[in-house]
DNA sequence: AATATTTTTAATCATTTGATTAATTTATTT
DNA sequence: AAATAAATTAATCAAATGATTAAAAATATT
């Protein structure tokens, strides 16, 4: 139960857990089986309560690296006091498709994640310092105050229409007759049109 | 094994499928137990097996009702040739976000069991004829023509800002801090934006 | 090299879970 | 009313599943 280096890490330990990432994040922690697990990983399945005691440990750990993976890098981006709107949107779009691509099933996974688990889990993500305290949370503010909406609306919009349509993929793939590489190349030229989108709905009427 | 009328069904039948409804539509297929449903039901395990022979098949006749529930009435709204695309739009928004109040559930349990479940399921949900040969998809690739983008951007826009919002609710509701009742009052508020956002997004840049 | 420690394995356990069975109760038909 | 069929129940089964154990193998320490 050593560790000391942390580099590529084909420890054992990190094996299992690249595993877990793979198969919780595409099944869901009722689906998952400790099996799958192990196969993935290529280990005896002992091996994962030796190094992890417990499914749900394993998942716990899973779950917060996850939901870390998810917000680390928006924070720069949402606090920084030198950009507008404008700029704020499009990074985030920028940065937040081109990781979506990578990993579809992110959002999938924790938003089904979150409806189950205590909300405790929900306050220990911090988006509420990472949003809700943040300058673009302002800048939200400022443009809302202007229409007379709730800013939670203009928060959901920019949310939605970036991770949408990776949590509905099958669904657009079906109705578009897309094959996965068409809904990847979809997702690129939408990354440059979110931002202006974003603008002209709170500029809209 | 009988049964004649379709009234309020009191049915042991009818009582098991509304259990089932609630528990899958609520925790998903898979972490469902039959026995979570029997009790919902208020009836013995067994009948569960009795009515309609095992845990899948009971789920397939769920998800399919479930799909129905929320494709039905779109059909006429998408289809009208007399309507504009912002009336459809309107229209469409209205009676989702309403349905979506009253069902918060359904929309993340169609998209999960989406993503595991065969191709063969989202063939038979008959979205391409609901949607892709409508008049409203005629409508969009005229408005998508115009902005040269794939009109699939715009149904996402669509369908994103109107049902985002329940499959992130417990994630919105932390970052507002909202009670149950504020969101459910904030979904109202949304209801009367979303044609003009999408109809801005349309005419955007 | 000998000893101790850590890691890995195969076998097994205990519980959960979907499903079945055989008996009982209730309803329907003759 | 008697006979038949349908619905319901309690008990139980078999497989799946998370977890543990005891022994073996590999690694580290003295």
């Known amino acids: 139960m050593k560790k000391v280096k942390k580099e590529v890490d084909n420890t ?7 595993a877990a990432r793979v198969v919780f994040t595409r099944k869901g922690y009722a689906a998952a089986r400790t099996r799958d697990i192990a196969e993935e990983a290529g280990i ?14 394993l998942f716990d750990i899973i779950m917060m ?14 606090a920084d006091e030198e ?8 990074k985030i779009a920028m940065r937040y498709i081109d990781m ?9 996974f924790i938003l089904s994640e979150l409806r189950t688990n205590p909300d405790q889990l929900i306050d220990k993500m911090g988006l509420k ?25 203009y928060f959901m919009n920019t949310l939605a229409l970036i991770v949408f349509p990776f949590v509905a993929s099958p ?6 007759n897309l094959k996965p590489a068409d809904f990847t190349a979809l ?4 990354k440059k049109l979110i931002a202006k989108w974003v603008e002209a709905i709170i500029k809209a009427k």
């Open 12 to 18: 054992t330990e990190d094996k299992i857990k690249e």
């Open 44 to 57: 005896n399945l002992a091996l994962l309560n030796y190094y992890f005691r417990s499914k749900e440990k």
């Open 65 to 78: 690296e996850n939901v870390q993976r998810f917000i680390v890098g928006a924070k720069e981006i949402l």
């Open 83 to 90: 950009t507008g709107l404008k700029e704020k949107t499009e």
């Open 100 to 108: 979506l691509i990578l990993n579809p099933d992110l959002p999938l």
């Open 129 to 153: 310092n990472v949003i809700a305290k943040s300058n673009y949370f302002l800048q939200l503010k400022e443009a809302a105050k202007a229409q007379k909406v709730n800013p939670l609306h």
């Open 171 to 176: 669904m657009i793939m079906n109705v578009g």
């Open 187 to 190: 997702m690129q030229e939408r």
